[in-house]
């Protein structure tokens, strides 16, 4: 696992082409009910631009009944909610899932301890793109 450092961003490589990983969490968020708000393909825009940008891909999701309470308790959260997955592929081919840390929106946000749980997932989505 690697995180910016002080930026509170953790990226994981993945095992598949940006593409496929975005798939693969299309079907893992529709399976877990979760829903998918938007799908920006900043690398398409770039693309429509005139501009080339390898392949980058934001997925935003989230469930209203989740995500609510951790607005209510810090309404900053809003900022950072619904949560984001962005999958992108670096310079040297390598496609990376990356997502913000839990512990940075806790810390960034001041979020409740028994609230965790709601962003924490985000964690295991990410791994379940890469089986």
Same mark, same amino acid.
């Given at each position: 696992m690697e995180q910016? #450092?002080?930026?509170? *961003? *953790?990226?994981k490589p993945s095992n598949h082409s940006v593409d496929e990983t975005v798939e693969k969490l299309k079907g *893992?968020? #529709?399976?877990?009910? %979760?829903?998918?708000f938007a799908l920006i393909d900043h690398s398409g825009e770039a693309q429509k631009a005139g501009i080339a940008m390898? =392949?980058?891909?934001?997925? *935003?999701?989230g469930n209203p009944k989740a995500g609510t =309470?951790?607005?209510l308790a810090a309404p900053t959260s809003a900022i950072d909610l619904p949560l984001k997955i962005l999958v992108? +592929?670096?310079?040297?081919?390598?496609?990376?899932?990356?997502?913000?840390? =839990? #512990?940075?929106? #806790? +810390?960034?946000h001041g979020l409740p301890q028994e609230l965790l749980?709601? %962003?924490?997932?985000v964690e295991a989505l990410a791994a379940m793109a890469n089986e």
């Amino acid at each position: 696992m690697e995180q910016a #450092a002080g930026h509170g *961003i *953790i990226s994981k490589p993945s095992n598949h082409s940006v593409d496929e990983t975005v798939e693969k969490l299309k079907g *893992i968020l #529709a399976a877990k009910k %979760i829903t998918l708000f938007a799908l920006i393909d900043h690398s398409g825009e770039a693309q429509k631009a005139g501009i080339a940008m390898r =392949p980058t891909k934001l997925l *935003i999701f989230g469930n209203p009944k989740a995500g609510t =309470p951790l607005m209510l308790a810090a309404p900053t959260s809003a900022i950072d909610l619904p949560l984001k997955i962005l999958v992108w +592929e670096d310079v040297g081919g390598k496609v990376l899932v990356s997502y913000n840390s =839990p #512990a940075y929106l #806790a +810390e960034r946000h001041g979020l409740p301890q028994e609230l965790l749980s709601v %962003i924490a997932g985000v964690e295991a989505l990410a791994a379940m793109a890469n089986e």
